[in-house]
């Protein structure tokens, strides 16, 4: 099996690993979770981003993760993978919250980067599929 032909799903495996290992702690409140969404809440002064954004940032994460197994979806996964995991990097980057959260030694936002990366390279080496769904969807002529 050719490197571009298999990369992609050994990228998506990196990116669901990720995104699916979190969310026990999305879901069930960990301390750590809603610390991130509490400190991003009181930076916004939103008062709705803890728990409404939690939750539905694990959600979509858990939708991403499952659109990257299907061939047809798989670009609209890395996408959408790339889209909430940029957010995640502006937060860690400009907040208060900080690359190292609670003591992580920055682990968090180095995986956060890893995500970024394998969905940029699924999106490229996926490029003609991701063209052609864009198309078909009416954003690109």
């Known amino acids: ?23 026990f702690f999305k ?32 959600a979509s994460e858990l939708l991403c993760s499952a659109l990257l197994f299907i061939p047809v979806t798989q670009v609209l996964g890395a996408f959408g993978a790339l889209v909430i995991i940029s957010g995640a990097i502006f937060f860690h980057l400009v907040s208060p919250l900080g690359i190292e959260v609670q003591g992580d030694g920055g682990e968090l936002f180095f995986l956060a980067c890893g995500v970024f990366v394998a969905s940029l390279a699924i999106l490229y080496l996926r490029r003609d599929r991701a063209a052609r769904l864009f198309r078909d969807l009416g954003y690109v002529t």
């Open 1 to 23: 099996m050719a490197v571009r032909t298999a990369l992609p799903w050994v990228l998506s495996v990196y990116i669901a690993f990720v995104f699916v290992q979190s969310l």
């Open 27 to 58: 879901f069930s409140a960990a301390d750590e979770s809603v610390y991130i969404f509490q400190t991003i809440e009181n930076w916004l002064g939103l008062d709705f981003f803890e728990p409404f954004m939690r939750n539905f940032i694990g």
